[in-house]
């Protein structure tokens, strides 16, 4: 079963508004990454974080890799509605060759 | 610039048929995987290759079977297709086993 646990499960955003989301773990992992992935297409990688506490900012988003390295957040700030659409974490643990991923956050537009 | 390929992008099968699903990679990364995503599942590593010749066993490989004899591509067999298999198929690859994986666009894949 998933070892990451992303949340919420699935937000609706309004035009403007900062979103975020989180993905958490009882184990440790040695790198986070943050996927998008859009209807009918594969995951897009976003964000790549590498150490403990590392902040790193592509455009509008911004992830943070936990100091506890059981977390990280991906937040969206003054969403548009293009960033509708599946988020989804994933890690690797240690030296290992396999990504842990998480269930997804599904990022729909306020009706 | 392709980057990853995967071929068929749909295609329906009866139960007990076979088949075989194409992954080609122009970015001359050493390690492939083969994922399946199912509603609420998220994805699940089927079967992986760290290098041209290589394969090894993910999270679910019963009733699949890959191939890895050309470095830039990646096979995944079904030798007798079941409903349970009925999935989005996605194909990946990455220079090592910690760099970040790039995806195909998915094969959608159902057995009735």
């Known amino acids: 079963g998933q070892q990451l646990n992303q949340s919420p499960q699935s937000m609706f955003i309004q035009e403007g508004e900062d979103v975020s989301m989180n993905c958490t773990s009882s184990?440790?992992?040695?790198?986070w990454l943050w996927y998008k992935q859009d209807p009918g297409e594969g995951p897009v990688l976003l964000i790549a974080?590498?150490?403990?506490?590392e902040l790193t900012s592509n455009g509008r988003l911004t992830a943070q890799f936990g100091i506890t390295r059981k977390d990280s957040f991906l937040n969206i700030s003054a969403s548009i509605p293009s960033d509708v659409g599946i988020y989804f974490c994933?890690?690797?643990?240690?030296?290992?060759?396999?990504?842990?991923f998480g269930g997804g956050t599904r990022v729909l537009v306020k009706p | 610039n392709a980057g990853v390929t995967q071929t068929p992008k749909f295609r329906v099968l009866k139960t007990g048929q076979s088949m075989t699903l194409l992954c080609a990679q122009d970015?001359?990364?050493?390690?492939m995987y083969w994922y399946r995503q199912d509603p609420g599942m998220g994805l699940r590593l089927i079967h992986y290759?760290?290098?041209?010749?290589?394969?090894a066993k993910g999270e679910v490989p019963d009733g699949y079977n890959v191939s890895r004899l050309k470095k830039q591509n990646f096979l995944l067999g079904l030798e007798s297709a079941a409903p349970s298999q009925t999935s989005v198929y996605f194909c990946?690859?990455?220079?090592?086993?910690?760099?970040?994986?790039?995806f195909g666009d998915g094969t959608r894949l159902s057995i009735l």
């Open positions: 970015m001359n990364h050493e390690y």
């Open positions: 990946a690859s990455s220079f090592t086993g910690t760099q970040p994986q790039h």
């Open positions: 974080l590498y150490k403990a506490g």
């Open positions: 290759s760290v290098g041209e010749g290589t394969t």
């Open positions: 994933a890690g690797h643990k240690a030296a290992g060759n396999k990504l842990t």
């Open positions: 184990s440790i992992f040695n790198t």
